[in-house]
């Protein structure tokens, strides 16, 4: 499953504009400029580790400023959120191939926007049915 994450951002009188906007332009999300000094940048995340990675860089940069929003298709999203899921989806497919964070605790809103998120295999770790693979 993919989904489509977009930041806005901008404009912005911090010293790390320029940087932000060349991350953004230069990563694989599509940059576009709305208007002078205000920029779109959207991310298809799927299985591709490095839209994960400088997702999470953008918003490592950004998520802060005042202009900055977050949306997961129309609807809006916390930057936070969407920082810490882009943080921990591309270390999950790096080491498993898949997403198997544990869920023992409840659901991280965190995870509401990964792609990754099995709810089936969450439900079952809530009512701590254990499946081991084979």
Known sequence: MERR?????????????AKAVAAAQSGPGRCQELEPG???VSFML??????????????ARVRHWGATEVFEGDEPVSAYHAREMAWCAPWQLNSFGECRFRFS???????SLCPLF?????????????????
């Open 105 to 111: 605790y409840g659901v991280f809103p965190r995870c």
């Open 38 to 40: 205000r920029y779109r």
């Open 46 to 59: 799927g299985t591709d580790t490095r839209a994960y990675t400088d997702l999470c860089r953008l918003l």
């Open 118 to 134: 099995d709810r089936e295999r969450a439900i079952r770790d809530l009512l701590g049915e254990i499946r081991f693979r084979r």
């Open 5 to 17: 994450v977009t930041v806005e951002f901008g404009p912005s009188r911090s010293k790390r504009f």
